[in-house]
């Protein structure tokens, strides 16, 4: 008989092991309890101002229908904002080391893409980007094209 594991779906485990976590799973549960506080406030607030406005153009029934779906989308999207805040918080955090990451290497292979071959075989210092791969294709280079 295996033991049930307490884990999230998002892999968060309440037990203490071996695993890293970023975010600690009472710090994930307070999150997501005041996510679905704001998914409710929220529903409520924007929907009946969204059904009020809505009435006046519509039908009342078809308004509150309306006002309903445009509250609960807004609720939805300030759930998922405040349940992936700390996450955010963690990239927030290292965002000039990723930032510097991706110049450093979107930046070195456009140089690449639009300097010519010609160009980047012609000074010394860029020599080794232009040597043969294989002996083979040595040999072939140290003898010329026709040899």
């Known amino acids: 008989m295996s033991k049930s594991t307490s884990?999230?779906?998002?892999?968060?485990?309440?037990?203490?092991?071996?695993?890293v976590?970023?975010?600690e799973a009472p710090v994930a549960r307070s999150y997501r309890r005041r996510a679905t506080i704001a998914f409710w406030v929220i529903l409520g607030v924007v929907g009946l101002l969204a059904a009020t406005v809505?009435?006046?153009?519509?039908?009342?029934?078809?308004?509150?229908?309306?006002?309903?779906?445009?509250?609960?989308?807004c609720g939805a999207v300030a759930f998922a904002?405040?349940?992936a805040w700390p996450v955010l918080r963690v990239f927030w955090h290292w965002?000039?080391?990723i930032v510097l990451g991706l110049v450093a290497v979107y930046g070195w292979t456009w140089v690449m893409q639009s300097t010519p071959m010609w160009g980047r075989?012609?000074?010394?210092?860029?020599?080794?980007?232009?040597?043969?791969?294989?002996?083979?294709?040595?040999?072939?280079?140290?003898r010329g094209p026709g040899v």
């Open 21 to 23: 976590t970023v975010i």
């Open 121 to 142: 075989c012609s000074s010394s210092s860029w020599s080794w980007a232009c040597r043969p791969r294989s002996a083979r294709s040595a040999a072939a280079s140290w």
């Open 81 to 83: 904002l405040i349940v």
């Open 54 to 73: 809505a009435s006046h153009y519509l039908h009342p029934i078809v308004g509150a229908v309306l006002g309903g779906v445009i509250g609960a989308a």
């Open 95 to 97: 965002l000039t080391e």
């Open 7 to 19: 884990r999230s779906p998002f892999g968060w485990s309440n037990r203490g092991g071996n695993a």
